[in-house]
């Protein structure tokens, strides 16, 4: 099986693709490279996903072996065990991504060079289409395929009706199908000031129920009504995890007892073991805070046809299921 003359880090991406734990032990040991790309671009971590051997994924994983490395066709590890129904090797890749992600991502993100996530963003200009918000770097800010999302989003935050919240006007898709649920109260917290402009121009500060708040929600938290809120959803723009996270902190102090939170589930939108990651992430952490977390599958293969991305730069979504979140307190 193995040949004289190849590098052991060949060698090592070999006995994964053939199952052979002992001569992957061996190698790892004498310090071969655990994360060299063979050939044809897969890694040893990728041929061990691929054929589900637990054992030999384990050795890999301990020695260091890239959980979020990617193929020529954009796959990682993950995929190939999610895509082969491999489920020990996936649910060992899958925990690597969550401990990878709680400690390195964090630690990687802190170190942007601004003030916060998306103060370039904030800064610049946007551009209004029928169809899109793009930004100064012609990336899609807020597209109108996603409208069927939004309205499945209002639709659960406005299912008891009352005072609902909304982070990030956008399009205003979201808060056009709010509207269509009379609530009592709808506040709409926007940071763009053309966004906002816009928003005024179209009629939104004139319209009884709603409440605009002009300003970055880390800025204008404090001017919301404290566990006043029955609904509440969430979706910036050109923020990290960490933003979210902070955002869920305060969920407690704003939603009511019966209330409902959603987001926009979005992060890692064009890999699909990545997204299941971070699906899970942010579902463990909402946990921590008091709340179960409901993943509702919508379809959008069909909404998302190659004419849509005409002019975009980032397919910011690639995946053929959404899941939207729906978060409660728990009992
Ligand atoms: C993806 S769009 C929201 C789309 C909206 N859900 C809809 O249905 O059209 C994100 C919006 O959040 C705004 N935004 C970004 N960062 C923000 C922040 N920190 N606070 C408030 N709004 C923010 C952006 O300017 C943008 O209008």
Sequence with gaps: MFFLGMEEADQLCLAAKSNDFKKVQTLITSGTDVSHFDGDGLTPLMHAAKTGNAEIISALLEAGAPWNALSPSNLSAGDFAMEAGHQEAFDLLLKTGIQSELILGTIARKETKNEYSNQEYLQDRVTFSEDKIMDNESKGVMMAWEKPLMEAHAKAICTNGGSILNVGFGMGLVDTAIQQYHPTKHTIIEAHPDVYKRM???????????RIVFGRWQDVVGELDECGYNGIFFDTYGEYYEDLWEFHQNLPKLLKADGVYSYFNGFCGSNAFFHVVYCNLVTLEIESLGFSTQLI???????LGDEVWEGVKQKYWQLDTYYLPVCLFSE
């Design 200 to 210: 005024i121009e179209s009629g939104w500060g004139e319209k009884e129920n709603v």
């Design 297 to 303: 599958p919508l379809p959008v293969k069909d909404c």
